[in-house]
């Protein structure tokens, strides 16, 4: 998509929530030229092992989706250094809320609302669209389950149970207090499930590819409704390097949010 980057306006470090440890910002993304009706709108969540990472990683694929049509964001959530889940959860659930809020002034409709991550990223992708009324933020609108509509996850991890000794430091650091069990987007598959897109490199040698496979029965089992990438050559960062990857999951979301 040459020029791409021509056609967005971009607005950097919006602060959509406030935490006892910090301001949390996010970055938008909007089509300059816009369709009559309400845009749909994709959260992006980075990933970097739940003690890393930045939303700035996701500033060319977040510009690159606007452009086609879409208002877009990516945010920075609590690291495991900071607070252990559900805090990263909870924050990806007030963003998802301040999009909401906001899809007046956005020109962004708060009825199609997608998250898309990578790695850990997609682990908290899946936690959010897994988990209406669970691990909620703490604000005016509490009783208020937060629900997205789609779920794009790319090289994740869903069963920390079945990781056994891989990501085994990142994943303690990250679950504190609570059990793996708990954590883990596979223990909340429901046939009430969202729309999940599910890639993953079968060369991955961070993240088992049977995590997600495994994710992918578990869904399938449970009557939810998933589309399952699985990339014969790819490794770990296999999203940033594939067009073809990209046109598919830009497939997905025209058919569940447009």
Known sequence: ???????????????????????????????????????????????????GGNKESYADLATRVAAQGYVTAALDYRLSGEAPF???????????????????????????????????????????????????????????ATRVHAALCFSGPFDFPALGDALRGSVDA???????????????????SPPHFICHGQLDDLVPFEQASRFVAALRKAGAPVEFVPVPEAGHDLERHSPVIVARALAFLARHLC
């Open 1 to 51: 998509m040459p020029g791409y980057e021509k056609r967005v306006v971009t607005q950097p470090n919006v602060i959509f929530g406030r935490t006892a440890e910090r301001d949390l910002a996010l970055d938008v993304y909007r089509p300059i030229t816009r369709r009559r009706s309400p845009l749909p709108l994709v959260l992006f969540i980075h990933g970097g092992g739940w003690h």
């Open 86 to 144: 559900p805090a990263a959860v909870q924050d990806c659930k007030t963003a998802v809320r301040w999009l909401a809020a906001h899809a007046e002034d956005l020109s962004a409709c708060a009825n199609r609302v997608a998250v898309w991550g990578h790695s850990a990223g997609a682990h908290l992708a899946a936690l959010v669209a897994l988990t209406p009324g669970r691990f909620e933020p703490a604000s005016p609108r509490a009783l208020e």
């Open 174 to 192: 990250f679950v504190g207090a609570a059990t793996r069990e708990e954590a883990s987007p596979i223990t909340y598959a429901s046939p009430d």
